[in-house]
């Protein structure tokens, strides 16, 4: 009877352990690995060392235009380490509706998005991506974390992985405050 009480302790306890330390292994945003527009795996282990803006975008959003101001940002930083992240969302009143392919045209043909895009994704919610659960979690990210509150909401990344700042949909991509401190993070 001690050696089954013996086992099955042993059990819940490796079985518990898994379950913590796949929770704790989210601890830095490049633990992620995202699929990107056209299916692949991508880890964001890829750009450690990088500066990122990680933005959850819509094709049909009052915002859309960011676009723009988001392409201009990451091509004229790109080579100083600086890669902006698109990842469409269809949170909110249903504003990126299309599929990945339609998302990527829609992108590339109106935009010339160069900067990485990745698959839908929501941002919000029961069914929140757990990236976007890490970046909104005042647990794990008690400085800027929060609700998404609508499309083109953007996260700061610096080059060690840390969130060091957060701006809302209003915020534009070339907004003064934006863009010091993203060549404050540069340096």
Known sequence: MMRFLCIG????????????????AMTNIYDFTMKDIDGKDVSLSAFKGKVLLIVNVASKCGFTGQYAGLEK???TYTNQGFVVLGFPA?????????????????????YGVTFPMFSKISVKGKDIHPLYEFLTSNKTNPRFGGAISWNFNKFLIARDGTIVGRFGSRTKPDDKELVEALEMALK
């Open 9 to 24: 302790i042993s059990v819940c306890m490796m079985v518990f352990g898994i379950c913590i330390q796949g929770e704790a």
């Open 90 to 110: 269809n949170d909110f009143l249903g504003q990126e509706p299309g599929t990945e392919a339609e998302i990527k045209n829609f992108c590339t043909l109106t």
């Open 73 to 75: 940002l990451h091509a």
